[in-house]
């Protein structure tokens, strides 16, 4: 099947994690060290974004990170074609961002 940016898609994982106490401070780290480990990037403090290859790899990765989430907190997960991705505005302070460079091709593992 062609590449494609109706197919091809950014998953992002928004979460608000409760950091009272120790414990609940240790599984907030746990939750992004994971999604680190899972080829994660850091956008902003709570929202962490990936490339994936398609609908079928970004299940693969929801079911994954379902098992790390932590007791307390919220955890969303949103997913984007490239298309969609290609429209994104960012502003740094009040200088508007360049678009983000997409990925020139697929990397496999």
């Not at 609908?55 to 379902?66: G, N, S």
Request: one cysteine or more.
């Amino acid at each position: 099947m062609a590449l494609s940016g109706f197919r091809l898609m950014w998953m992002i994982v928004l979460f608000d994690l409760p950091v009272l106490t120790k414990k609940e401070r240790k599984a907030a780290t746990r939750f992004r060290n994971d999604l680190l480990d899972e080829g994660f990037e850091m956008s902003q403090f709570s929202v962490y974004m990936r490339f994936c290859s398609g609908k079928e790899q970004a299940e693969t990765l929801t079911r994954r990170i379902e098992h790390c989430v932590p007791k307390t907190g919220k955890v969303h997960i949103v997913y984007l074609t490239d298309k969609q991705y290609e429209n994104i505005v960012c502003f740094d302070g009040r200088k508007r961002e360049l678009g983000r460079k997409n990925p020139g091709q697929l990397m496999l593992f």
